[in-house]
């Protein structure tokens, strides 16, 4: 039995690549989808607002009325478009995608 603490080593043991979120997210025709689509939603979420939390650029410019499903929305276009990077681990590809839909127009200030 492994027991995982709160490490960067476990956490990495259990990181989505971004083929892996396009498949929870339904957009893999490959592979028939086995759950609905909220699973890909709250981890997108749960991404965004662990991201938001630790201070990282990358989402603070995000629209206040942003749905669950408009973020898995430009996550999944993203993937479709970028599947040379399908490997790379999910949570920077959400926070990638999510930036270049929504980039900062103003300087932010910490």
Known sequence: MVICTLSLSCYAAYVRTGEMLLHECGANPK???KE???GCEHYIK???M???LVGHNS???LPNELSMNQQADVVVTF????PNELQANAPRLIEKSL???Y???TEIKK
């Open 31 to 33: 592979i028939p989808l």
């Open 36 to 38: 609905p689509r909220s």
């Open 46 to 48: 749960g991404v965004v």
């Open 50 to 52: 662990g991201s938001k």
């Open 59 to 61: 989402v603070k410019c």
């Open 79 to 82: 993937l479709k478009t970028h």
């Open 99 to 101: 930036q270049e839909k």
């Open 103 to 105: 980039p900062c127009t």
